[in-house]
């Protein structure tokens, strides 16, 4: 016997008179619709929209002062004209934006030439695939690789939320590798790698940022970056290296990604335009070059076997998307890192300024009565700040509402408990008048909220 | 005791010397990959870009020669100017184009009014979910219904592949729902669900095209279409109603959607722009009407619980192709069904041509010697051509090597065993002397194979 999925008669909401239609039970929906990581996401851009005039630390976005309309059209006339300088045929020219077009992308040649130059990431086209953002590069790369309840993703946390919630979509179990007040540490991931293969379970792989990672800032020393590969080797893992915000640290003081050091392809590198260029193209790929040998020995790069998950997910990535993406690498000599020096010494400039306006509200010498203290990351997008006090979505209300600034919770990002009494700061999208500001009332929220 | 999932050394594919690289084995990875379905689309496209030459009836590709680079930049102008039309400041409207946007999307309005108009499907914004393609919104729907393994899904075969697949990728059983030489028969999906239920399982939905469907071409007359609904209340069935082709027919024989008639939201509609404005936006959407019930009394209609999930799989659909398609839409005054009018002319004229040219090779009067037959569809993109021997990709293969003309194998499309000898035929790509020739071909590959 199975119960009714569907409830008859109901009444539709936002409608007063009730009807003959049918309601679902949000009991019987997928944990990805259900669970409470998911309405927490939900709530925090509600809270963010009801109180718009909020100063705003609880988002990545990247900063908008540089948009500009002009460039697309010009990046997309730049794609056409470099495929007709070519050779390419109107014909295939018109096809390459228009029509449906080959699953793995239609810009591998310009990612590949770019990761060589700013990345010293060697590899070939056929090891790419281009991805509607970095988001689905992490869905169609775990899809690929676990199989089993018995396979198990392991992430640093806390962690980005579109990693536990891809994994949450596809049913994987998810095991932490807690990160230390330094960051994530190689050994840990050794250790919970042999906890779940004693346990008889496969530890599949580990999704990392070793660059100024989302949510917690922190980077991985080069020692780490070698140590984690090692490891790799040792526990039999792939390591999904994400690198959203790679070129955002301070000119000159460059690590190399992990990928760029991985003799023996045990990383999948997932990258993404979203911050680089914009969000608006939704243009990520990732780097997949592990051989898949099939039944008859034959072997091909792991990219594309994933083309073909991809191709269930969004058959292929925009075609007018990738002419934007494509025409933008072009233009910078398939250089982001060149392209983005100037943003890159913006954002640098906004962490530097959160930085001084947080020591100056909550000076050191006086820790012991404001119980205050900060991360100090080398780049990126985020930092954490922790209160003697617990943050939640209501804490959130109560700041955006009656001191005008917004934040993200940190216990959104951990898998399982944590984070209960810090908050993630996002200087991204804001001017410097607002992050001077915005710390102001930051200092205020914090000091009303220790008194009660 | 866990067997390793890579294997170190190996030799990564196309290098000639042995290197320390892992390499993964085929067997240890999802059946997203490893599925025999997903190589034969491979081996399909595959064997079209080996024989370039032959005239190819293999795709469902939209008519290329409308495309014009000038109408995307225009469309994205139209996009911007209605915005500043509205007041919207400047910074608001850039970041609808460049910026991270709401899951749900920035064009439900524009979609909404089309649906209106060219449909009387009369839905509000909030039912509606912009997605990259109606791929996306196969997947995101089926992911927020199919929580068990007991979970089942029933869809009509022949099926689009994007559904089988996308149920594969989330290990979602699949029921076939036979169709028989008029189309699917309501009464099947009724003794499907039944049996399904006597078993133990739940049939959650039951996926339909009623317009030429792909692949068989068949349509649902309106009497099947209000008996579906039926069926679907009385067995506490979701349809899920893929409708890419629905404009595509001769004027004036528009028959309504499912869910136009749909008065107890029993319906969730996949949209598609890939055929009416062009596939390298990648937009489709759903409208899920449904409220859904939560644990404190509310409710809020499915495709905003939807929105959940689909952030998880590509965060929100890109600001520049919804941008495009919302252009698109204005321009149109919000009517597809007007603005294509002149294309599904061409589309019936080919229809009506390929018709022509198998009536032509075929003779009815010789069926017995020749016992080529096909089916008669009053719309879409596609037909069926029943042969008297066996076609799989080595027949294809042949076909397109030694005569010069392409097609896909219907094996492909079945849920379980079927269409052994079956081909089908896509027009919508070609010129109409290519439809001539390529039947021409077609005929020649028939009666050489007929021989053998």
Not at 376 to 392: A, H, K, M, R, Y
Request: proline share 7%; glycine share 8%.
């Amino acid at each position: 016997m199975t119960s009714p999925r569907t409830t008859a008669p109901g009444t539709p909401p936002g409608q007063g008179t009730p009807s003959l239609a049918v309601s679902l039970d949000a009991t019987h929906l997928h944990p990805g619709v259900t669970d409470p990581v998911m309405d927490s996401m939900r709530l925090l851009s509600e809270t963010a929209f009801r109180y718009p005039d909020a100063i705003s630390f609880a988002s990545g976005r990247p900063y908008e002062e540089f948009f500009a309309f002009e460039d697309l059209h010009r990046y997309l006339d730049r794609f056409v004209a470099d495929l007709r300088d070519r050779g390419l045929p109107e014909e295939r020219v018109k096809r390459a934006v228009f029509q449906y077009g080959p699953t793995n992308g239609v810009i591998r040649d310009a990612v590949a030439r770019m990761l060589a130059t700013d990345e010293s990431i060697h590899t070939t086209p056929d090891s790419i695939l281009i991805t509607h953002g970095c988001q689905e590069a992490i869905l169609v790369a775990l899809r690929g690789l676990f199989v089993s309840p018995d396979d198990v993703l392991l992430t640093v946390s806390p962690c980005y939320v579109g990693v536990t919630g891809a994994a949450k979509l596809l049913d994987i179990p998810v095991e932490a590798v807690p990160e230390r007040a330094y960051g994530l540490d190689p050994e840990d991931v050794a250790a919970v790698a042999h906890r779940v293969r004693s346990a008889g379970k496969r530890p599949v792989a580990c999704y990392v940022t070793a660059d100024f990672a989302n949510p917690s800032g922190h980077s991985l020393p080069l020692s780490a970056r070698r140590r984690l590969l090692e490891v790799a080797e040792e526990h039999d893992l792939l390591i999904l290296e994400d690198n959203p915000y790679g070129l955002f640290g301070r000119a000159g003081e460059q690590l190399p990604t992990i990928k760029a050091l991985d003799d023996s392809r045990r990383v999948i590198y997932l990258g993404s335009f979203a911050k680089t260029a914009f969000p608006g193209a939704r243009v990520g790929y990732l780097v997949a070059d592990q051989p898949v040998v099939s039944a008859d020995g034959s072997a091909r790069p792991f990219a594309e076997e994933l083309a073909k998950v991809k191709s269930m997910v969004t058959v292929n990535t925009a075609g007018i998307a990738q002419a934007v993406i494509g025409g933008l690498l072009a233009e910078s000599g398939y250089s982001l890192r060149a392209a983005t020096r100037r943003l890159a010494d913006l954002y640098v400039g906004h962490l530097d300024l959160t930085l001084a306006c947080l020591a100056e509200h909550f000076p050191p010498e006086d820790f012991a009565t404001h119980g205050v203290r900060w991360n100090v990351p080398t780049g990126g997008f985020f930092l954490l700040v922790e209160t003697p006090f617990d943050v939640d979505i209501p804490a959130l209300e109560r700041s955006a509402r009656d001191h005008g600034v917004a934040w993200a919770p940190m216990r959104m990002f951990y898998v399982g408990e944590g984070g209960a009494n810090v908050i993630r700061l996002g200087f991204s999208s804001l001017t410097r008048d607002e992050v001077r500001e915005g710390i102001h009332r930051l200092a205020e929220f914090i000091r009303a909220s220790s008194k009660g």
